[in-house]
């Protein structure tokens, strides 16, 4: 048995599947992280967690797919093309959010 191993009580396999997976869930955009550690470590329901990030329950249920769908994937040692995608949406999200700040969207906390 390794140092890593006796410390932990994980196998070196285990020990990187770990750290890909942290690794995609620290890729992800914020508002999906916050959603998906908000449902599994504080352990609250959908439309609680809705209202504490003051977005719909669909998102959240969209949000946290993704989020599952990201860590698989890592988890396995593939990339996720969302990841690509986000990239090629950046230039659009950014303009929308500018917009959404200027109508003084309720969601983005400005009013």
Excluded: N
Excluded at 51 to 57: E, T
Excluded at 69 to 87: E, K, L
Aim: with cysteine.
């Amino acid at each position: 048995m390794l140092a890593s191993e006796r410390q932990t009580g994980l196998t070196v396999a285990e020990q990187e599947q770990l750290r890909r997976m942290t690794a995609g869930l620290d890729g992800l955009p914020r508002l999906t992280r916050v959603v998906f550690l908000i449902h599994r470590l504080d352990g609250l329901p959908y439309d609680d967690v809705a209202w504490r990030c003051a977005i719909g329950i669909d998102e959240v249920t969209l949000r946290i797919a993704d989020a599952l769908y990201v860590i698989d994937r890592a988890a396995d040692g593939r990339a996720s093309p969302a990841v690509h995608v986000r990239r090629r949406l950046r230039l659009w999200r950014e303009a929308w959010m500018r917009r959404r700040k200027q109508l003084g969207d309720r969601r983005l906390g400005l009013r």
